[in-house]
């Protein structure tokens, strides 16, 4: 795929923060290069510490890189036009308690340069569309966490950006709230949007997401589709289906006596999360 068929571009890039012993620095982000074609949900996935939330910051153009480049729709995330195409909702996005909704988005708005008529149009829009027309007079600090965070998706959508980078949108929302998200981001993929996801909900990250990308200490492990990273590969799993119990004791026997194990759950994104990142620890350990 060409670069202008791709929405973000990582190439090499690498983090490195100085520590206070002279001379050495933590590498955060370690050489990682990844592409996201326009149009495609890709969930950005790894343990705490992993060096997502550094890999935004230098894709959100926030953050210079060590090294290598990042490209956004082919061009630079410092060019003020790029950055105005990238939405931004924050993993702890802190909003001032005595704004009201409406004030939010204007004061964003304003911050992008909006018009005056189309950000009073967007943001009408924008709180409808997120529950949230009843409240946008009222304070912030008489919002749920769930309405805040409803907030933080209407302020990302803000100018209608052709990318969103959505940091932990599920963290403190309830199930609901967290199938709610699930829909929204279907919705901006129908929409020809690309999102860039980070979460720690495996299972919908499982079942939202047309790609993943797992990180750990800064490097990424594996990336690719959904379907052909957890494609039966050297370790086929099966499912034994219509079998009584004595009948599957006798084929579990059977598969020990040919030197294989018999494991009741398949593979899924959050079973491959798990091995990926505890198989990396134990390598880094043993050096
Ligand atoms: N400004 C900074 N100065 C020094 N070290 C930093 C800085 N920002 C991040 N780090 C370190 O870089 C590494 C990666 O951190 P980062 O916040 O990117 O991880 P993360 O995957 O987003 O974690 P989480 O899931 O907890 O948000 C961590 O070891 C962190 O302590």
């Not at 894709?59 to 410092?78: A, D, F, H, Q, Y």
């Not at 004030?103 to 829009?125: A, C, N, Y």
């Not at 302020?155 to 950006?161: C, V």
Request: hydrophobic share 35%; charged share 25%.
């Amino acid at each position: 795929m060409n670069e202008l068929g791709q929405a973000i571009q990582l190439k090499e890039l690498t983090k490195d923060f100085p520590l206070m012993e002279r001379g050495r620095y933590l590498r955060a982000v370690d050489s990682l290069s990844l592409e996201i074609p326009r149009n495609s949900v890709f969930g950005l996935l790894g343990p705490n510490g992993s060096g997502k939330s550094t890999t935004i910051r230098m894709l959100l153009g926030l953050s210079e890189p060590s090294k290598g480049e990042v490209r956004i729709l082919g061009g630079s995330p410092k060019d003020p036009g790029i950055r105005r195409q990238v939405g931004y909702l924050p993993d702890a996005p802190y909003y001032h308690k005595f704004l009201t909704g409406k004030e939010l988005l204007r004061f964003f708005g304003k911050l992008m340069g909006l018009s005056k008529v189309s950000l009073e149009q967007q943001s009408v829009e924008l709180l409808g569309q997120f529950g949230l027309s009843d409240a946008m007079d009222r304070k912030l600090g008489s919002y749920s966490k769930g309405m805040l965070q409803r907030l933080g998706f209407a302020q990302a959508l803000l100018g209608d950006p052709e990318i969103l980078v959505l940091d932990e949108p599920t963290a403190g929302v309830d199930p609901v709230g967290a199938a709610e998200v699930g829909d929204f981001v279907r919705g901006l993929r129908e929409r020809g949007k690309t999102v860039l996801l980070c979460s720690h909900l495996l299972t919908q990250v499982q079942d939202l997401c047309d790609a993943v990308g797992i990180m750990n200490k800064g490097r990424l492990l594996a990336s690719g589709g959904i379907e052909q990273l957890l494609r039966p590969s050297e370790n086929p799993r099966f499912s034994l289906e219509g079998l009584e119990e004595s009948a599957q004791a006798e084929v579990a026997r059977l598969v020990e006596l040919k030197g294989g194990r018999m494991k009741p759950m398949g593979q899924d994104l959050e079973s491959l999360f798990r091995e990926l990142v505890s198989n990396d620890d134990e390598r880094s350990k043993g050096q």
